[in-house]
């Protein structure tokens, strides 16, 4: 695909970084657009923008080097040399969810905010702007697919694409457009959702199955290296086994309390 928008000397500008800045401005947008069904004003809004960057970031990278330690050079001093060259790629989404959420709880809480209604409002934007990023990656050509001979397979050429040089001019499974096709009708399923009654914490339960199930169905067809596998499953496909079944027993735990409606 086209990783680099232009280049200015040995300085790229990159569409991977560029729609997924596309990706968290939109969200925001959405929720600016909705914000006063719950009463959360501007700057509140942008903290939790800031809040959830700086997570995404550090969460994302920090899960990637824990997955890929082995991948990552022999000795200590190549693994750092390889995660400072490239900085810009390799992040794990769960990983900067993971610490993005208990962010937020933080902030939300000391904010003195309900946790619960406040979460279900923000995390219907989520998924759209997860779907933005996604393209990112298919641009890049991260998070790339298998080999396959389907008729939508994608054939990465450009010099600068993440794709592994083996692996250029192959056809792969498009996995990144699977996942933001995915995010993209969760995102629809939630703002739907969203605008009937619901159970307090029912829309992160909803969004937190929809997802795990969505990236345990992607696992299969991705390519790139996925770390250590348990039992046949990628460590991705385990955490997503536990948000699965952690959103369920939520749901189920709250089924008791009274709806709450918007």
């Known amino acids: 695909m086209h990783p680099v928008l232009f280049r200015i000397g040995s300085f790229a500008i990159s569409y991977y970084g560029i729609m997924n800045m596309m990706g968290y401005l939109l969200g925001l947008s959405y929720l600016i657009h909705y914000r006063d069904k719950i009463g ?3 700057d509140t809004l942008w903290n939790i923008l800031f809040i959830t960057i700086f997570g995404a970031i550090v969460g994302g990278k920090l899960m990637y080097i824990i997955v890929s330690w082995g991948e990552l ?23 900067g969810f993971i610490v993005s959420l208990v962010s937020l709880v933080i902030y939300i809480k000391r904010k003195k905010m309900p946790l619960l209604c406040t979460g279900d409002f923000l995390v219907v934007a989520l998924p759209l702007g997860h779907a933005i990023g996604r393209i990112g990656c298919f641009l890049a050509g991260c998070c790339y697919g298998r080999p396959t001979a389907v008729p939508w397979a994608v054939h990465f050429t450009n010099p600068d694409t993440l794709v592994p040089p083996g ?15 995915g995010n993209l009708i969760i995102f629809l399923i939630l703002h739907f959702a969203y605008r009937r009654k619901h159970k307090e914490g029912g829309i992160i339960a909803l969004y937190a199955f929809s997802y ?7 696992e299969f067809f991705r390519g790139d290296d996925r770390g250590q596998f348990v039992l046949g499953f990628s460590p991705s496909q385990i955490v997503c086994m536990v948000v699965v079944a952690l959103a369920i027993g939520f749901y189920f735990y709250k089924g008791n309390n009274k709806e709450h409606a918007r």
């Not at 050079?73 to 490239?86: E, R, S």
């Not at 692996?167 to 096709?181: C, D, K």
């Not at 795990?212 to 992607?218: A, D, E, K, Q, S």
């Open 212 to 218: 795990g199930v969505l990236r345990f169905i992607v």
């Open 167 to 181: 692996l250029r001019g192959v056809g792969l499974h498009p996995t990144q457009l699977y996942e933001s096709a």
């Open 73 to 95: 050079g022999p000795t200590f001093g190549d693994k750092m040399a390889n995660i400072a060259a490239n900085f810009r790629y390799g992040f794990v989404f769960f990983g």
């Open 40 to 42: 959360i004003d501007k």
